[in-house]
Nanobody, 122 residues
Framework: VRLVESGGGLVQAGGSLRLSCEAS????????MAWWRQAPGKEREFVAG????????YYADSVKGRFTISRDGAKNMVYLQMNSLKPEDTAVYYC????????????????WGQGTQVTVSS
């Protein structure tokens, strides 16, 4: 199983980024997909999740109204559109696959990507 993230980078506060995750080696349609993030010195935290049968979604309070998760079953892709970015959004962002819903438990997450760095400057 591989989850490969892309799209991270450096952006000014108020800007936008779109993260992508390509999944392979798993039956994509049976997994809820999620994005997590980890800032330096902090624990990994859940950001957003999308049910295997979209469009059901679930967001952390800190990103509601600013981030949008989506998936494309035909391409085995999941996306995270991030708008109105803040310096506190700076973190490594991880794509994750989870058989459970909502996909908010670190210990029961099935697969992880390697992460992509997002840095928001003030």
């Amino acid at each position: 199983v591989r989850l490969v993230e892309s799209g991270g980078g450096l952006v000014q506060a108020g800007g936008s980024l779109r993260l992508s995750c390509e999944a392979s080696g798993l039956t994509f349609s049976i997994y809820a997909m999620a994005w997590w993030r980890q800032a330096p010195g902090k624990e990994r935290e859940f950001v957003a999740g999308i049910r295997r049968s979209a469009p059901n979604t679930y967001y952390a309070d800190s990103v509601k109204g600013r981030f949008t998760i989506s998936r494309d079953g035909a391409k085995n892709m999941v996306y995270l559109q991030m708008n109105s970015l803040k310096p506190e959004d700076t973190a490594v962002y991880y794509c994750a696959a989870d058989l459970l819903w909502p996909p908010i438990e670190f210990r029961t997450t099935d697969y992880w990507g390697q992460g992509t760095q997002v840095t928001v400057s003030s």
